[in-house]
Every structure is written in structure tokens, then in C-alpha cells.
Nanobody
């Protein structure tokens, strides 16, 4: 049984930081590309950051330089470090694991940026 479990969300003031984690089980984690998506109220889900099996990364323009993505294959875990948070970063953040036609999703963790 495949499971992706996100953690680390919460309420933070503008300019603050959070670190999201995505713990995977039931997959050969090291071969999967890991993605972080977010969905704000009333908006479509968007891809925030990706880290491939080889370690290369891609970012949504609005988070470049603020949200470094990383992975620890020994712990089967992907991370999204979110710095200099803005109110527009508010949303539910989901992790995704993809390998070929196989794709799996976590349940999501809420991030709210507000003063």
C-alpha cells in the first residue's frame, strides 16, 4: 500500500518560514520524481516545485529563491523549505510521487500565511 504523508503546515506570519515534509512508503522512493503542489481557495492546483530522482529541480517563478526543495532517499522523505512566506502562498500543499505512468498523492497539509 502506497502512502504519502505530508506534515509541517500551519499558521505563520508574513515573512516567516515553514518546512513541509512528505514521508513515502510502499514505493521505491529513490526512482520517483517528487512534486509539491498547492491549491488556494477558488484556484486551480499548481505545481510549486519538483525534485527528480537525480536531484534536478524546477520551481514556480513566484517561489524561486524562497522555497528550496530537497529529498533524503535514505529516509524516503521529500522536503519543501518555505521562507519569506507571503499571504498569497496560502493554500493546501500536496506532495506527489511520479514514476512513468504511476502517480500518487498525499492528503495535503494546510499552510496559512496571515498576520
Amino acid at each position: 500500500q502506497v502512502q504519502l504523508v505530508e506534515s509541517g503546515g500551519g499558521l505563520v506570519q508574513p515573512g516567516g518560514s515553514l518546512r513541509l515534509s512528505c514521508a513515502a512508503s510502499g514505493i521505491v522512493f529513490r526512482v520517483y520524481a517528487m512534486g509539491w503542489y498547492r491549491q488556494a481557495p477558488g484556484k486551480q492546483r499548481e505545481l510549486v516545485a519538483t525534485i527528480r530522482s537525480g536531484g534536478s529541480t524546477d520551481y514556480l517563478d513566484s517561489v524561486k529563491g524562497r522555497f528550496p526543495v530537497s529529498r533524503d532517499n535514505a529516509k524516503n522523505t521529500a522536503y519543501l523549505q518555505m521562507n519569506s512566506l507571503k499571504p498569497e502562498d496560502t493554500g493546501v500543499y500536496h506532495c506527489n510521487a511520479q514514476f512513468g505512468s504511476r502517480t500518487y498523492w498525499g492528503q495535503g497539509t494546510q499552510v496559512t500565511v496571515s498576520s
